[in-house]
């Protein structure tokens, strides 16, 4: 996984967190699981391009 993706996966856990943290403040529900939502889906990416990566490492270990 690119550097880009990591920050990208970052920023969108981030922003998730925020969003979640300012629903719950102001006790707008649909802000707050939106936020969760965000921080689902940066996870769930984030757990693909690791995958991605492990399954590169292992193919080019057969190459050697």
Do not use: R, W
Not at 1 to 13: F, I, P, R, V
Request: no cysteine; net charge neutral; glycine share 16%.
């Amino acid at each position: 996984m690119g550097l880009d993706d990591k920050l990208s996966n970052k920023g969108e856990d981030s922003k998730g967190k925020l969003k979640e943290n300012v629903g719950s403040a102001v006790g707008n529900e649909s802000m707050e699981a939106e936020g969760k939502q965000d921080q689902a889906s940066a996870s769930l990416k984030d757990g693909v391009g690791k995958l991605k990566d492990a399954g590169k490492d292992i193919k080019d270990g057969f190459k050697k």
